[in-house]
Nanobody, 116 residues
C-alpha cells in the first residue's frame, strides 16, 4: 500500500520560512518523480515544484528563487524548503509521486498559512 505523509505545515508570518516533508512508503522512491502541489481556496491545484528520478528539478514561476525542492532517496523523503513566504503562498500543499507517467499517488495535504 502506497502512503505519502506530509508534515511541516503551519502558520507563519510574511517573510518567514517553513520546510515541508513528505515520507513515502510502498513505492520504489528513487524511481519516482516527486512533486509538491498546492491548492488555495477557490483555485485549482497547481504544481509548485518537482524532482525527477534523475535529479532534475523545476518550479512554477511564482516560487523560483524562494522555494527549493530536495529529496533523500535513502530516507524515501522529499522536502520543500519555503523561504520569503507571501500571503499568496497560503494553500494546502500536497505531495505527489509519479512513476512512468502512469502511476500517481497523493498525500493527504498539509495546510500552510502565511499571515501577520
Amino acid at each position: 500500500q502506497v502512503q505519502l505523509v506530509e508534515s511541516g505545515g503551519g502558520l507563519v508570518q510574511p517573510g518567514g520560512s517553513l520546510r515541508l516533508s513528505c515520507a513515502a512508503s510502498g513505492i520504489i522512491f528513487s524511481d519516482n518523480t516527486m512533486g509538491w502541489y498546492r491548492q488555495a481556496p477557490g483555485k485549482e491545484r497547481e504544481l509548485v515544484a518537482r524532482s525527477t528520478s534523475n535529479g532534475n528539478t523545476n518550479y512554477t514561476g511564482s516560487v523560483k528563487g524562494r522555494f527549493t525542492i530536495s529529496r533523500d532517496n535513502a530516507k524515501n523523503t522529499v522536502y520543500l524548503q519555503m523561504n520569503s513566504l507571501k500571503p499568496e503562498d497560503t494553500a494546502v500543499y500536497y505531495c505527489n509521486a509519479l512513476f512512468n507517467a502512469r502511476y500517481e499517488y497523493w498525500g493527504q495535504g498539509t495546510q500552510v498559512t502565511v499571515s501577520s
